[in-house]
């Protein structure tokens, strides 16, 4: 089984556009950081699979079509430019309660370990918002919740920012890493 480092997607692979959606690829701005950070999780061993809630498909302010889109282009600047990859994108169009797949529940988590053989007891979920902590926690992953200030949350690290994100990362890899190697 393959470890892997889920992601969600607005606020951690790309700039969160507030209380909106990311309607079109001109709108997405890939986090500065993220290449680094997506390249020292491969590094250390890592899948990366971004998770990620998308209900402006369900509010019809995006269409599955244009959600697709963008993510094939994020997948080929990722290639192109950084010469990186993203195992797979999961995503949930689907509004509040219509389905089992939306964070907080684990369902894209769940699906994403089931389709590419992940032990989701040694991976992580990063997110910017307790849903992720929540599905990552409720899905057997340990959690980074990246938000300023001291949060009140049930992930077992916080970052402050995506720059911090990055050293916190690279140290508990690092310890899991030294934890594997003494089983």
């Not at 690829?25 to 590094?43: N, S």
Request: net charge neutral; proline share 4%.
């Amino acid at each position: 089984m393959k470890k892997c480092v889920f992601f969600d997607r607005d606020g951690i692979v790309n700039k969160s556009p507030g209380a909106g959606y990311v309607e079109r690829w001109a709108d997405f701005y890939l986090m500065p950081e993220f290449p680094d950070i997506l390249r020292m999780v491969h590094d250390m061993g890592y899948e990366a699979v971004i998770i990620t809630n998308q209900r402006g498909v369900a509010r019809g302010l995006i269409t599955l079509e244009t959600l697709e889109e963008i993510h094939r282009n994020l997948q080929a600047l990722l290639a192109e430019k950084y010469n990186l990859r993203l195992l797979d994108i999961f995503c949930c169009p689907h509004g509040e309660g219509e389905c089992e797949c939306r964070k907080p529940k684990p369902g894209m988590i769940l699906e994403a370990a089931r389709r590419h053989n992940l032990d989701l007891a040694a991976s992580w979920m990063i997110g910017d918002n307790e849903k992720d902590v929540e599905a990552g926690r409720r899905a057997g992953c340990r959690t980074i919740l990246v938000a300023p200030g001291k949060p009140r949350t049930k992930a077992e690290y916080t970052a402050e920012d995506m720059k911090s994100l990055e050293s916190l990362l690279k140290r508990v890899l690092e310890d899991g890493k030294a934890q594997s190697a003494k089983r």
